[in-house]
């Protein structure tokens, strides 16, 4: 959580020494101070001292981000202030006044507002934290792990008190929902509401909300992957498509196998599979597919979509010993038809 700076710190003691001057100064809020102090006596219950601190940061924070004319109406305002004062964690406070501006700015109706504010006010900063893990790993590759399907199970299957009680918050908060789709797996997968997304985007800044923040390193990003075939070895696969797409300018690499989509990411992944079957003629031949493909299929774990393949058979791949009549034109124009391939499809559009 972003904290106040020290410059606003040291505004607080302005503030206490001018008294309501500076904050009936903001336009967002000045319209409605007055009103707020007479809040306060109802709260003679609640530390004084405590809760002005917090209102004067409160007051302070929405200064420093919000200087344009922005309003916000006198119901939203009382009850921002109430649940700031009343709330049990202090450290909301800088979540309170992002909210208060947010919703300033915005085009949502008041149920709308007052639905955001009761949210914030119900969930506890861990509940928040939680919730932003979730977003990240729902929507963010990260390293570790083969999709974002993963990534979040591991999140969410957690056993630890505190975990399922903010997992359960959320859910009766209206902010996640179990995706029933598919079959029942024994870690359901869950969807996250537009109302959730909006209330991180209200309270946390854009960089708050990529892996990096939370420390957690993301998948290095390639345009396309070739995987090497452990069923058919050929010098030119996958050499000569590796060559080509470089000299394009295209950021590639080779791996060993599959596994490597647990730290990197492509656009494209090129891999050969090997199969058998009758030709035109009625032979029964071993060919090699060489594949273009798209992503993974998130149940199977497996590269799906299939964007584009070549088929060459097996005695075209590699010459069998002292086989003086090999010929590798076949392979060559296949591997060179991948390339054009993967190549017209990165290529900027017009």
């Known amino acids: 959580m972003t904290t106040l700076s020290k410059n606003v710190m040291q505004h607080r003691k302005v503030l206490k020494e001018t008294g309501l001057a500076f904050a009936k100064s903001i336009p967002l809020v000045g319209p409605h101070i007055e009103a707020a102090e007479k809040m306060f006596t109802l709260f003679s219950e609640i530390n004084a001292t405590t809760c002005r601190d917090r209102f004067n940061r409160y ?17 939203h305002f009382s009850a921002l202030v109430k649940k700031l004062v009343l709330d049990d964690e202090d450290k909301k406070t800088e979540y309170y006044i992002r909210l208060t501006v947010s919703l300033a700015r915005s085009s949502l109706n008041d149920d709308e507002k007052l639905f955001f504010i009761h949210i914030l006010s ?11 893990k ?32 903010s ?14 789709a598919g079959e029942i797996q024994a870690n359901p997968m869950f969807k996250l509401t537009d109302e959730l997304e909006r209330l991180l985007g209200f309270i946390f800044h854009k960089d708050d909300l990529e892996p990096e923040a939370l420390s957690i390193e993301p998948k290095e990003e390639y345009d396309v992957i070739i995987i090497e075939s452990s069923e058919i070895y050929s010098g030119a696969y996958p050499n000569s498509i590796y060559r080509s797409l470089k000299a394009a300018g295209i950021k590639v690499c080779i791996e060993k196998n599959e ?38 299929d998130s149940s199977s774990k497996r590269f799906y ?15 069998k010993d002292n086989d003086q009549t090999y010929d590798a034109s076949l392979l060559n124009i296949a591997l060179n038809n991948i390339a054009a391939f993967v190549l017209n499809r990165l290529s900027p559009t017009t």
């Open 59 to 75: 007051i302070m924070g929405i200064g420093e981000i919000c200087d344009d004319e922005v309003d916000i109406s006198r119901e």
């Open 122 to 132: 119900g969930l506890t900063c861990f509940d928040i934290e939680y919730a932003r």
């Open 134 to 165: 979730l977003y990240i790993t729902t929507s963010s590759p990260i390293k570790g792990y083969k999709s974002t399907v993963l990534a979040q199970v591991s999140l969410t299957s957690q056993k630890s008190g505190m975990a399922l009680r």
């Open 167 to 180: 997992l359960n918050k959320l859910i009766t908060s209206g902010l996640v929902y179990e995706d029933r």
């Open 259 to 296: 596994d490597c989509i647990t730290t990197k990411l492509a656009k494209y992944f090129i891999s050969v599979k090997t199969g058998s079957g009758l030709n035109g003629e009625g032979e029964w031949i071993e060919f090699g597919q060489i594949y273009v493909l798209k992503r993974l």
């Open 305 to 319: 979509e299939n964007e584009h393949s070549e088929t060459v058979s097996i005695s075209n791949f590699k010459p």
